[in-house]
Antibody
Framework: EVQLVESGGGLIQPGGSLRLACAAS????????MTWVRQAPGKGLEWVSL???????DYTDSVKGRFTISRDKTNNTLYLQMNSLRVEDTAVYYC???????????WGQGTLVTVSS | DIQMTQSPTSLSASIGDRVTITCRAS??????LNWYQQKPGKAPKLLIY???TLQSGVPSRFSGSGSGTHFTLTISSLQPEDFATYYC????????FGQGTRLEIK
């Protein structure tokens, strides 16, 4: 059974850093497209970052230069390093397995990041 | 970047109604279009992928159509459990979500 479990969220001051982790089971993170999607309170879904199966990465414009997506084959874990956090980064962050034309089938439960002074 | 525009942003309907939600892409995305349902406090659930293919386990009252830049999601006969927010998403280049359509009970 495929399972994704996020961790690492919390309250952080503007300008601070957090690293989110997404532990996967039932498949290999290193051989799939993996993505982070966020949802600000009361708002819609916003794509944040994508790591291709080959290792290349994409980011939405608002996080370029601040966020870094990566993966660890040994731990079968996806990460999102978030630096220079802003109030507008406050959201629930979901990790997900992206099967491209077949859609984003598997989602984690989400982890809440609150950026506030 | 590809922009996705959904309409309407909210919709009131009754049990048994047929409803249609539209999604337009800012450039052609072939059939790289997926639809999701999200209920409060829950992760999104994939309903339809590749514009018109029903995800396993999703009721047949859900259907999707379109290609290129214009897509639709139709629910043929609304059930109580269908009241939720619906999102389209393109997977042609990276990902982009539409802004969502909130479906409420009339």
């Amino acid at each position: 059974e495929v399972q994704l479990v996020e961790s690492g969220g919390g309250l952080i001051q503007p300008g601070g850093s957090l690293r989110l982790a997404c532990a996967a089971s039932g498949f290999a993170v290193s051989t799939h497209y993996m993505t982070w999607v966020r949802q600000a309170p009361g708002k819609g879904l916003e794509w944040v970052s994508l790591i291709h199966s080959g290792g290349s990465t994409d980011y939405t414009d608002s996080v370029k230069g601040r966020f870094t997506i990566s993966r660890d084959k040994t731990n079968n874990t996806l990460y999102l390093q978030m630096n220079s956090l802003r109030v507008e980064d406050t959201a629930v962050y979901y990790c997900a397995r992206d099967l491209r034309v077949f859609g984003v089938v598997n989602w984690g439960q989400g982890t809440l990041v609150t950026v506030s002074s | 970047d590809i922009q996705m525009t959904q309409s309407p942003t909210s919709l009131s309907a009754s049990i048994g109604d047929r409803v249609t939600i539209t999604c337009r892409a800012s450039q052609t995305i072939s059939s790289y279009l997926n639809w999701y349902q999200q209920k409060p406090g829950k992760a999104p659930k994939l309903l339809i992928y590749a514009a018109s293919t029903l995800q396993s386990g999703v009721p047949s009252r859900f259907s999707g159509s379109g290609s290129g830049t214009h897509f639709t999601l139709t629910i043929s006969s609304l059930q109580p459990e269908d009241f939720a927010t619906y999102y389209c998403q393109q997977s042609y280049t990276a990902l982009t979500f539409g802004q969502g359509t909130r479906l409420e009970i009339k």
